[in-house]
């Protein structure tokens, strides 16, 4: 099975952090990957890497890993990847928003707080290869419900 993808951006606090790491519980193949300017703040990520890393040093890094989840909106620049989901979380403050904001929203496929078509969360469903109680609970992770 090809290894899936998924792409968690957004503005500046704005959970990004939490989501990736509460999908990484929901998805318990997964590997949780944070992007960042600062340094590796291992209470956050232990897997860590530097703004502007190249998708293939990732993927290299994770040979057997089945899905990769991907704290960052600047690796959807990387021709190379080609992502199975994209999540954006925006800013309620524009002062949050990271330069491409815009950008990002416009790739993702989910985007807290705006409305989804039920067939686009089939396709999601499908392209990721999970059930359906475990795609519900994605939606409900990005939109920030809780049961």
Not at 15 to 36: C, D, H, N, W, Y
Not at 45 to 63: K, Q, R
Request: glycine share 8%; charged share 25%.
């Amino acid at each position: 099975m090809p290894r899936k993808i998924i792409i968690v951006g957004g503005g500046r606090n704005v959970g990004k952090t939490f989501l990736a790491q509460e999908l990484g519980r929901l998805l318990p193949r997964s590997t949780v990957i944070k992007i960042g300017l600062h340094h590796a703040r291992h209470e956050k990520s232990s897997n860590y890497f530097a703004l502007a890393t190249p998708y293939s040093v990732i993927e290299s890094s994770f040979p057997k890993a089945e899905l990769l989840i991907i704290e960052s909106g600047s690796i959807l620049d990387d021709p190379d990847l080609i992502p199975d989901l994209v999540i954006f979380l925006p800013s309620s403050d524009p002062a949050g928003d990271k330069p491409g904001s815009e950008r990002r929203r416009q790739q993702a496929h989910l985007v807290r707080g705006e409305p989804f078509d039920p067939s686009d969360a089939e396709r999601i469903r499908t392209r990721l290869a999970v059930d359906e109680q475990t795609m519900s609970s994605i939606l409900k992770a990005v939109s920030g419900w809780s049961d």
